[in-house]
């Protein structure tokens, strides 16, 4: 099957392109509006850019509903700042009760029975059952399209690493069987972490400068 996305309907393209592209980490993001009103919800389209500065980034769609922005995304641009909450699979409902596209002033935190936690560096509160959370500034927002299927490209720093004791070993290695993050598939679909294999890296043929 051949299929030219710019001659197919776009929800057809996100089935597609969602179960393809697996399995996709989970950005549980916690924003701020400019009043402090807080807001939590989950985007699968999200991964790490770079280590120096330690870079990450999410997308944010346009809403479905009525074709706006998503609190998150205005949030983080009124404010500069988020955090990103990572997923295990004992908080899966909560996160799923999260990802309902509810009005401004809901509180997600309240609605999924989670705790809020002040940040260190910025003023944006994290979920205290989430074993690992990134403390961000924002870098720099990309617009791709604010068209319905459109979106936003969030650009952050990372200012603050928290890892929980129950998942962080010593010499900076996280147990991932401690830890049971989940990742996003297509449609209703997410997977555990649980079966791995390893490979090993082979040697460079560049010499270190």
């Given amino acids: 099957m051949d299929i030219d996305p710019n001659n197919y309907p ?5 089935k597609l392109l969602t179960a393809a592209v697996v399995p996709r980490p989970i950005a549980w993001v916690s924003t701020v509006n400019a ?12 991964n790490a850019v770079c280590q120096n500065p330690p870079t990450i980034l999410f997308c944010p769609g346009i809403r479905a509903a009525d074709h706006s922005p998503k609190d998150t995304y205005n949030n983080i641009r009124a404010t500069g700042e988020f955090v990103v909450n990572f997923v295990i699979e004992a908080m899966a409902e909560a996160m799923n009760i999260t ?11 309240e609605r999924a ?11 944006v509160p994290h979920v205290a059952e989430s074993p690992i959370h990134f403390e961000c500034k924002l870098h720099e927002i990309v617009t791709i399209g604010e068209a319905p299927g459109g979106g936003y490209i969030v650009i952050g720093t990372v200012v603050h690493m928290h890892f929980d004791d129950s998942v962080y070993r010593e010499g900076n290695y996280i147990d991932h069987t401690a830890y049971q993050p989940i990742g996003r598939l297509g449609g209703p679909s997410y997977t555990r972490t649980q079966d791995t294999f390893d490979l090993q890296r082979p040697p460079s043929e560049i010499k270190p400068r």
Wanted: hydrophobic share 45%.
């Fill in 113 to 123: 029975n989670l705790t809020a936690v002040p940040g260190k560096i910025v003023n």
């Fill in 99 to 109: 990802a309902v596209e509810a009005t401004a002033e809901v509180n997600e935190f």
């Fill in 35 to 46: 009043q402090g009103q807080p807001n939590l919800a989950p985007f699968s389209f999200f």
């Fill in 10 to 14: 776009s929800r057809e393209v996100y």
